[in-house]
């Protein structure tokens, strides 16, 4: 529990703590306590249950004069590292599990913020070791409103110490997503609406090219041609044919192409020029300002954003007919990021009614497309279930080069819903990385995003750059393979070590062997795949009596029932590429060398489709 301080980054700790009662009640040890600094006391209520490993915490002290609740620090670890998890950030700091010897022992610790029950207004990570600190986690701050006031504090928080690291994996009970038959079996792309007769040759072409697995959601183009306000919108863009523009071409992507289609949208930024626009429709920051959000926009308040999506989203369903959409923004920003400190409002300064709003956004979305809908990511982990695909994007842990540890999405994120590539290349590898200036360097580049869309259990981003055959590369090498392992959870998940040793996660973080970042997974539906994620090293191992060897961003699929095989991998000291499945057969020998599969062989690449 801290004190407000204004010279301390998340407050000042209590000087002095005064026991006013400790009992147990029910199944529930209960302290109260009176703490104090200067002239200021803060009367604070904790409740500590055990449930099963977890220490759950629940921190009550009404009258608006905490700061801040914070996990604390710990000491005397032995050999203490931290383990920073993919997908799992709150943007301005990482939770991370700690893992430390025991009496020779690995064990791990954790703690976790239950951000569902949070009446808080700002979260901060904070997982790290150092000379002076190890902690798991940070805390939650409690601003004042516009009001100057703070709100009541309630927090309930999760510590756990235990040997195995999936315990350590922070729970998402959100509902599962109703349409992972169409999320899981679909190559997902944006393509912001340009010349209409250009956009529909571009995608003929996908379709020609034996592509129709295929989902694509629109962008702000679709509704604005140069500045104008691009939410909030049921009037498409003019120089794009208006309404009948938009319709038209909706009819061709659904109804002559087969495939699934959807428009941008956004109820995260406001355009001052939008015909909705009020003021008072405005989130306020802590200092009474208007919130600042995208470019030329402002930040609407979560409550008004629900209605207007309410509203708006069944017009254009009726207008345009839509089988899926993007909702950008609202998994790309936290919750906390958005916390409408307008006192004026129910949940003022709490980042929990910004959550909630969201989610309902989200639930709102698919009701009325009649399908999925998706959002931008990276802090999609807590929307998992409500959103049913996002951008599998995490730019700040930066997965190109930093460990495949691939438990938490796979655990937790996978049975909720499918988030698509590692979002596209440019998220992957960020904005000013050259993917290559020579043909093998971009082949590179391409062959371990598709590596890592793998590893990860994600449906394929429909790959844009390189030209054509690396599209029909991405896109062939995986649909049928994770049109599989998408529709089931994963059953086991092994790490291999220099020598193809595999071990669990938990022996593999504490001999490091996670950090090659070379997997063996097997689905419960009888779907195993084999991913070589280290940059340098090949990976040999042997499973059930047979050596797979894979290069750096090799990978190798199958199924039980043999109706599935994939490999992407050397051949004959090359790299080729090859599928087996009941909707096609994929080979490519990449120009190299004509290369021999079981059932097709070519030193091009080739399709043949079983229609």
């Given at each position: ?392 994007q995490d730019r700040n842990y930066y997965l190109p080069e930093r460990p495949w540890l691939v438990d938490f999405d796979l655990l937790k994120m996978h049975p909720l819903e499918c988030n698509f590539g590692m979002g596209n290349l440019e998220m992957f590898y960020g904005k000013n990385t050259p993917l290559g200036n020579t043909s093998t360097e971009l082949d590179a580049s391409v ?165």
């Amino acid at each position: 529990m801290l004190f407000p301080d204004a010279a301390a980054p998340h407050g000042a700790a209590p000087e002095s703590s005064e026991l006013i009662s400790c009992a147990i009640e029910g199944d529930a040890v209960v302290s109260q306590w009176r703490l104090r600094r200067g002239q200021d006391s803060i009367d604070v209520r904790y409740e500590l249950r055990i449930m099963g490993k977890t220490l759950v915490i629940d921190t009550l002290a009404p009258g608006g004069k905490v700061g801040a609740v914070s996990f604390g620090s710990c000491e005397g670890l032995d050999d203490p590292r931290a383990i920073e998890i993919p997908y799992y950030s709150y943007a301005n700091g990482r939770p991370a599990v700690l893992v430390f010897k025991n009496s020779g022992d690995t064990l791990f610790l954790s703690a976790h913020l239950d951000w569902y029950r949070s009446n808080g207004s700002l979260p901060w990570g904070a997982g790290k070791v150092n000379a002076d600190k190890l902690s798991a986690n940070g805390g939650v701050l409690y601003i004042p409103r516009t009001d100057g006031r703070r709100n009541d504090c309630f927090e309930r928080f999760f510590v756990t110490v235990g040997p195995e690291f999936a315990e350590h994996l922070p729970n998402i009970p959100n509902p599962p997503s109703p349409h992972k038959k169409i999320t899981g079996t679909h190559a997902w792309r944006a393509h912001g609406a340009g010349n209409r007769d250009n956009d529909k040759k571009y995608w003929h072409n996908i379709w020609r090219h034996g592509m129709r697995q295929v989902l694509i959601t629109d962008h702000e183009t679709c509704w604005r041609d140069s500045g104008e306000s691009f939410t909030f919108r049921t009037k498409a863009a003019p120089g794009k044919g208006g309404d009948a523009g938009m319709a038209d071409y909706s009819r061709y992507m659904q109804d002559t192409l087969g495939f699934v289609y959807g428009p941008y949208n956004n109820f995260t930024d406001f355009a001052p020029v939008n015909e909705y626009w009020r003021v008072d429709l405005i989130s306020r920051t802590a200092e009474n300002q208007l919130q600042g959000a995208w470019a030329r926009c402002y930040a609407p308040k979560p409550q008004y954003a629900v209605e207007y999506c309410a509203e708006l989203s069944p017009i254009n369903q009726q207008k345009y007919r839509f089988s899926t959409a993007y909702c950008d923004v609202h998994t790309s920003v936290t919750p906390w990021s958005r916390t409408d400190y307008d006192h004026r409002v129910p949940g003022a300064g709490t980042f929990a009614a910004t959550y909630y709003a969201f989610g309902e956004i989200m639930l709102i979305q698919k009701a009325a497309w009649g399908g999925p809908v998706y959002s931008e990511g990276p802090h999609h982990c807590f929307y998992s279930g409500l959103t049913d695909g996002n951008y599998a994007q995490d730019r700040n842990y930066y997965l190109p080069e930093r460990p495949w540890l691939v438990d938490f999405d796979l655990l937790k994120m996978h049975p909720l819903e499918c988030n698509f590539g590692m979002g596209n290349l440019e998220m992957f590898y960020g904005k000013n990385t050259p993917l290559g200036n020579t043909s093998t360097e971009l082949d590179a580049s391409v062959d371990r995003f598709i590596a890592a869309t793998v590893a990860f259990g994600h449906p394929s981003f429909l790959v844009n750059v390189g030209g054509l055959r690396r599209t029909l590369r991405g896109y062939f090498l995986l649909q049928q393979l994770h049109s599989r392992y998408t529709q089931a959870n994963i059953a086991a998940i092994r790490y291999a070590d220099a020598e193809g040793r595999l071990w669990n996660t938990s022996q593999a973080i504490a001999n490091r062997a996670y950090e090659r970042s070379q997997l063996v997974l097997d689905y419960e539906d009888g779907t195993h795949v084999v991913v070589n994620g280290h940059r340098q090293d090949d990976l040999s191992l042997t499973l059930d009596g047979k050596t797979i060897t894979l290069p750096p961003n090799g990978f190798t699929g199958w199924t039980d029932d043999g109706s599935v095989q994939v490999i992407s991998a050397n051949r004959n000291g090359l790299r080729a590429d090859y599928a087996a499945s009941p909707a096609y057969l994929y080979v490519d020998g990449r120009d190299l060398a004509f290369q021999r599969f079981p059932k097709a062989a070519g030193m091009g690449a080739g399709v043949c489709r079983r229609d």
